[in-house]
Structure formats: structure tokens, C-alpha cells
């Protein structure tokens, strides 16, 4: 069985910062591109960043110089550490997961306040 759980949203002042974690299980983690994306109300899912098997990373402009992706291939875990945090950063952060199938995680709440 699949699973990737997300950890570390909240609430934060603009521009502080978070750390998210995605820990995932059945599957091989290493041959998997991890991404995080994310959703605010009314508006479309869309990437934020991910990190391919090799680790090569990819930003959306919106995020650049603020966020950066990792991965922990030992622990099957991916992070996001999100730094000078923006009010229009708020969303439901979600992992992804793909290689031969696409999998996604349950979600986590990120509120930042002005």
C-alpha cells in the first residue's frame, strides 16, 4: 500500500518560514520524481517544486529564491523548506509522486498572515 504523508504546515507570519516533510512507503522512493504542489482556494493544483531521481530540481517562478526542495532517498523522504513566506503562499501543500504511477499525499495546510 502506498503512502505519502505530509507533515509541518501551519500558521506563520509573512515572511517567516516552514519546513514540510513527505515521508513515503511502498514505494521504491529512489527512481521516483517528488514534487510538491499546492492548492488555495478556488484556484487550480499547481507545482511548486520537484526534484528528480538524479536531483535535479525545478522551481515554479512564483517560489524561486524563497523555497528549496530536497530529498532524503535514506529515509524516503522529500522536503520543502519554505523561507520569506508571502500571504498568497497560502494553500493546501500536497506531495506527488511519480514513476510509473502517479501517487499523491492526503495534504497539508499552510496559512501565512500579513
Known amino acids: 500500500q502506498v503512502q505519502l504523508v505530509e507533515s509541518g504546515g501551519g500558521l506563520v507570519q509573512a515572511g517567516g518560514s516552514l519546513r514540510l516533510s513527505c515521508a513515503a512507503s511502498?514505494?521504491?522512493?529512489?527512481?521516483?520524481?517528488m514534487g510538491w504542489y499546492r492548492q488555495a482556494p478556488g484556484k487550480q493544483r499547481e507545482m511548486v517544486a520537484d526534484?528528480?531521481?538524479?536531483?535535479?530540481?525545478a522551481y515554479a517562478d512564483s517560489v524561486k529564491g524563497r523555497f528549496t526542495i530536497s530529498r532524503d532517498n535514506a529515509k524516503n523522504t522529500v522536503y520543502l523548506q519554505m523561507n520569506s513566506l508571502k500571504p498568497e503562499d497560502t494553500a493546501v501543500y500536497y506531495c506527488?509522486?511519480?514513476?510509473?504511477?502517479?501517487?499523491w499525499g492526503q495534504g497539508t495546510q499552510v496559512t501565512v498572515s500579513s
Open positions: 506527488k509522486a511519480q514513476w510509473a504511477k502517479i501517487y
Open positions: 511502498g514505494i521504491t522512493f529512489s527512481k521516483h520524481v
Open positions: 526534484v528528480t531521481s538524479g536531483g535535479t530540481t
